[in-house]
C-alpha cells in the first residue's frame, strides 16, 4: 500500500550537497516527493510502500555526503499527498532557528584539477568551488543556508552556471556558492597606498606572483580573513616582514605548493599527511629536517625552535599562486600583531598597508572572520589542538548534553577567547578569538556574538561566566544579563577546563574518582590567590581542589608573564633558593623588586606556566618572552633537541616529590655544568612523576589533562608514555587544552550541577556560584 513519508534529518547537513545526494537516491529508486532545506535541518516527503520507505530511510541516513554529520533524524507516516514526480523544494524559512553551522572547507580534488585544464571554463578562477568545498560558515549571513542568504547573494549565475545548478547529475547541482569567470568574483590589486592598479584579472595574479619573486609582501584575501604571503626562501624578505609585523621571534607558518616540496623539509609520517592535505586543511606542526632542503630561511622563520607549522595552499587562489611560484612561502595571519585577523577590504588597506607592499582584494565579503587552524598529531596518531577556528568551527559534535539543556551562553575566558552556546538540544563554540585585552579583539568578540544572535534569535535563559571580575568577557556576559534581566553565574576558571575535558571523554557521571591536573598560566581561585598548577578530584558530583604546587609570589601584573627571569626572581625568593640571577637585573630593580616580594603585600600564585618561564630563565633559555608561551617552546625544544641528539629518553635525575628541593636540585646542577637541554628533559619528566605520586597519594586511577601547559607535546608523550600502562589517561579531543575550552568547559560545568542551584545562593566545596 502506497503511502506517505516525512524525514527529517538534524545536524551538519546543510552546505554539504545533502539535498542533491537525495534527489539522486529518489530517482534511483523511483520515488515521488520532495526534499527541502528548513530552519531545523533537512525534511523529505516521499510516496512509498512501507518496505520501500523503509529503504529510502536508511539510504538517506547511513550513507549521507561525506561532509555531513547527522546528529538526530526521524521517520514518520504522514496524511497522502500525492506527488508526480521527486524535486528540490524552495527552502522554507519560518520556525526557530535550530541547525548546525557548516564550517568552511578546502578545495577539493576534482576543482582542483578543473583549475588546471585548459579546456575547462573554470581554467585558472581563483574562486571554483563546488558542493565538496568552499566557504560555508564565512559567508552566512541567515540561515537557512541558501545563496541569497550568504555573502554570494549578490552575484547572479550566468545560463552556464546556472545550467549545472539545475542538472542532478552535474557536481555543482544545487551548489550555492556556483560561480565562474563569467558571472563570478573579481579580484583587484591594490599598491601599499591603496591605489588600484589597472590589470586584467589573468594579470593581476601574475602580478602577485612576480611580486612575491622579487622579494615583496602581499597580503591576500583568503577564506576567513587576510593572508600575508611572502618568500620564504629569501631571508630578507623575512627580516622586513617580522620588522614590520614588529613580531621579532614568533614562529610564522609556512604553506608549501606540493608534498614533493613539503617531504624535503621535514619529517611527515601518513597521519601528519592526511591532517595537512583534509578538508579542514589545518596548520599542522611537523619536526624539521636537520637540513631542510628547499631553502628556507630556517632560523629567521623559526628562531630556536625543531617544528614548523606548514599548511597546504586550501583555497583556489592560493593554489593559483603556488602552483606557479613553486616554493615555500610565508602564510601568517594579515594583522597588526596582537590584533585579530583583517577581514574587511577597508581596513586591510588601512591598517596593512604599513606591513605589505600590495594588497590583493576580492569583491565576496566575508562575514565571520577566521584564523588558521592549528594542530599537532601526537606519536600515538592522537590530535593536539593548538587553534581551532577555521575548518573545524563553530559546530561541536558531542553526546553529553541531553536535548532538554536550556539556551545558554558561555563566555569563555580572556586570552585565548571563545564563547559556547546551546541552542535547541545543539551545542556551538565559536572559532578562536584572540586576547580579549586588545580593543579589535573585543570588537571582533561583540561582532561574532551578534551574528550568532541574529542566525538564531538568541534568548539564552542564563550566562556563565568567569569568576575573574576584570576579564572583559566576564564584564560583557554581567552586562548582557542585566540589560535582558535573566541569570548569570559565575564559574571558576580550573573548574570550567576540568569539566570541559571531562566532558570531551563523556566523563560528567563516572562511577569511580577521577583526578584532574590543570595546568596554566593564570586564571582567579576560590581563595583570591592565582592558581594555575591544581589538582582536583571529581566524584559524587563533587569538584574538590585537594593539592596545588607551593605559592610563590605573582608580581607586577602582566610584566611577569612578559619576562621570565621575574617567575625566575619570585620562586627563588619565594622558597628560599639560592640561584646566579642577579645579572638579568639592574641593581634598581633586583633591590625594588625583592622589596615588593619580601614585602607579602602582593598577590601569591600556583601558576604552573610561570614555573615553566622559571625554569626557562635560570637555565638562560629566556629572560624575556616576546610572544606568550615563548620561554616554554624554548625549554620543549632544547629538551627536545637533547633527547634527539642523544638518542636517549630522560631519567630521574631529580628525586622526592618536594616541588621547591627539586628547583634547587635543577639550579645546582647547571650551576656543575650540566647541559640545560638535559635539565629542561629531566624537568619535565619529574613533572610527569610528580602527577604520578599524587595519583598514587589518592589512590586514584583515572586522571583527566587540562589548561595551556599540555599544549607541551613532549609533556604530553612522557605522560602517555610513563602513566599510560598503569593509568586511565584523559585528554582534550576536539579542543585546545588552552583557555579556548574554557566556554565550552563553563557549559559542563551547569549541566552538571545546574539541578543543584535551583536559582538560588549554594555552596559547592567553598564556591558561592551567584555573587
Not at 620588522?243 to 604553506?255: D, E, I, W
Not at 600515538?380 to 553529553?400: E, K, N
Not at 552538571?752 to 542551584?757: A, D
Request: net charge neutral; charged share 20%; proline share 4%.
Amino acid at each position: 500500500m502506497m503511502d506517505t513519508y516525512h524525514i527529517h534529518i538534524e545536524g551538519q547537513v546543510q552546505g554539504v550537497g545533502f539535498r542533491p545526494f537525495v534527489y539522486r537516491i529518489a530517482k534511483e529508486k523511483q520515488v515521488s516527493g520532495w526534499v527541502n532545506n528548513g530552519m531545523n535541518g533537512v525534511h523529505i516527503e516521499i510516496n512509498a510502500d512501507r518496505g520501500g520507505a523503509d529503504e529510502f530511510y536508511h539510504e538517506v541516513t547511513k550513507h549521507a555526503p561525506v561532509l555531513a554529520r547527522i546528529t538526530r533524524h526521524s521517520f514518520k507516516r504522514i496524511p497522502y499527498t500525492k506527488f508526480p514526480s521527486f524535486r528540490i523544494r524552495e527552502s522554507y524559512q519560518k520556525g526557530k532557528p535550530n541547525l548546525m553551522l557548516t564550517p568552511d572547507f578546502a578545495i577539493c580534488n576534482d576543482c582542483e584539477t578543473e583549475l588546471t585544464q585548459r579546456d575547462n571554463k573554470r581554467y585558472e578562477y581563483p574562486f571554483i568551488t563546488c558542493t565538496n568545498c568552499g566557504p560555508r560558515y564565512s559567508i552566512v549571513t541567515e540561515l537557512p543556508y541558501d545563496r541569497e542568504r550568504t555573502a554570494m547573494g549578490s552575484f547572479e549565475m550566468c545560463d552556464s552556471c546556472s545550467e549545472e545548478y539545475n542538472n542532478p547529475s552535474d557536481r555543482r547541482h544545487y551548489s550555492q556558492t556556483n560561480s565562474c569567470t563569467a558571472c563570478g568574483i573579481s579580484l583587484q590589486l591594490m599598491n601599499a597606498k591603496g591605489r588600484s592598479l589597472k590589470l586584467s584579472q589573468k594579470n593581476i595574479i601574475t602580478r602577485t606572483i612576480n611580486e612575491i619573486y622579487n622579494g615583496s609582501i602581499v597580503a591576500i584575501k583568503g577564506i576567513g580573513g587576510y593572508l600575508l604571503l611572502a618568500d620564504a626562501t629569501n631571508q630578507k624578505t623575512v627580516a622586513k616582514l617580522r620588522a614590520r609585523k614588529h613580531r621579532p621571534t614568533k614562529p610564522f607558518a609556512l604553506m608549501y605548493p606540493s608534498f614533493v616540496t613539503l617531504a624535503l623539509d621535514v619529517e611527515i609520517n601518513q597521519h601528519e599527511k592526511n591532517a595537512v592535505y583534509s578538508t579542514e586543511s589545518p596548520i599542522v606542526l611537523l619536526k624539521l629536517l636537520d637540513n631542510p632542503l628547499s631553502g628556507i630561511a630556517v632560523n629567521e622563520i623559526v628562531p630556536g625552535l625543531n617544528e614548523i607549522g606548514v599548511m597546504r595552499p586550501y583555497a583556489p587562489l592560493f593554489v593559483l599562486i603556488m602552483h606557479e611560484v613553486n616554493r615555500p612561502l610565508i602564510a601568517t595571519s594579515g594583522n597588526v600583531s596582537g590584533s585579530p585577523v583583517i577581514y574587511d577590504d577597508r581596513k586591510a588597506v588601512e591598517y596593512l598597508s604599513g606591513i605589505a607592499d600590495f594588497i590583493l582584494v576580492s569583491n565576496r565579503d566575508i562575514v565571520v572572520p577566521q584564523d588558521d587552524s592549528v594542530l599537532k598529531i601526537l606519536p600515538d596518531t592522537s590530535r593536539l589542538i593548538f587553534r581551532r577556528s577555521r575548518g573545524f568551527a563553530p559546530a561541536f559534535f558531542h553526546t553529553v548534553f541531553k536535548n532538554d539543556m536550556p539556551d545558554l551562553l558561555a563566555m569563555g575566558a580572556m586570552l585565548k577567547s571563545t564563547f559556547a552556546l546551546t541552542h535547541r538540544g545543539n551545542t556551538y563554540i565559536s572559532q578562536y578569538l584572540g586576547d580579549l585585552e586588545c580593543f579589535d579583539t573585543r570588537e571582533s568578540y561583540r561582532h561574532t556574538l551578534t551574528h550568532f544572535y541574529s542566525l538564531f534569535n538568541l534568548k539564552p535563559e542564563t550566562i556563565l561566566v568567569d569568576k575573574h571580575p576584570a576579564y572583559y568577557s566576564s564584564q560583557l556576559g554581567k552586562e548582557m544579563a542585566e540589560k535582558s534581566n535573566i541569570n548569570r553565574i559565575q564559574i571558576q576558571h580550573h573548574e570550567a577546563h576540568f569539566m570541559a575535558v571531562l566532558a570531551e571523554n563523556d566523563l560528567l557521571k563516572p562511577d569511580y574518582n577521577i583526578l584532574g591536573v590543570i595546568w596554566d598560566g593564570t586564571g582567579f581561585g576560590n581563595d583570591g590567590t592565582i592558581w594555575g598548577g591544581e589538582f582536583f578530584t571529581y566524584q559524587d558530583e563533587q569538584i574538590i581542589r585537594t593539592g596545588n604546587i607551593p605559592l610563590f609570589g605573582n608580581i607586577l601584573g602582566d610584566k611577569m608573564a612578559r619576562e621570565p627571569r621575574l617567575s625566575a626572581l619570585s620562586l627563588c625568593n619565594s622558597f628560599g633558593l639560592m640561584a646566579d640571577i642577579e645579572a638579568k637585573f639592574t641593581k634598581v630593580e633586583f633591590s625594588l623588586y625583592n622589596k615588593i616580594l619580601n614585602s607579602g603585600k602582593g598577590l601569591a600564585t600556583t601558576s604552573m606556566g610561570r614555573v615553566f618561564d622559571a625554569v626557562a630563565s635560570l637555565l638562560d633559555v629566556n629572560d624575556y618572552n616576546t610572544f606568550e608561551g615563548e620561554a616554554a617552546m624554548h625549554l620543549q625544544a632544547i629538551a627536545e633537541r637533547y633527547i634527539s641528539t642523544n638518542n636517549k629518553q630522560p631519567g630521574r635525575i631529580f628525586e622526592g616529590a618536594d616541588f621547591a628541593d627539586v628547583i634547587s636540585q635543577l639550579i645546582d646542577a647547571y650551576r656543575l655544568g650540566e647541559d640545560k637541554g638535559k635539565l629542561a628533559a629531566e624537568f619535565i619528566a619529574w613533572l610527569v612523576e610528580f602527577i604520578g605520586l599524587k595519583a598514587k597519594e589518592l589512590d586514584i586511577n583515572h586522571i583527566a589533562f587540562s589548561g595551556g601547559v599540555f599544549q607541551n607535546s613532549f609533556l604530553v608523550y612522557l605522560l602517555k608514555e610513563r602513566l599510560g600502562k598503569e593509568y586511565n589517561l584523559y585528554f582534550h579531543k576536539q579542543l585546545s587544552p588552552n583557555d579556548e575550552c574554557v566556554s565550552f568547559g563553563q557549559l559542563a560545568w551547569y549541566y552538571r550541577f545546574n539541578t543543584q542551584v535551583r536559582r538560588s545562593r549554594i555552596k559547592v566545596k567553598q564556591r558561592v556560584i551567584y555573587d
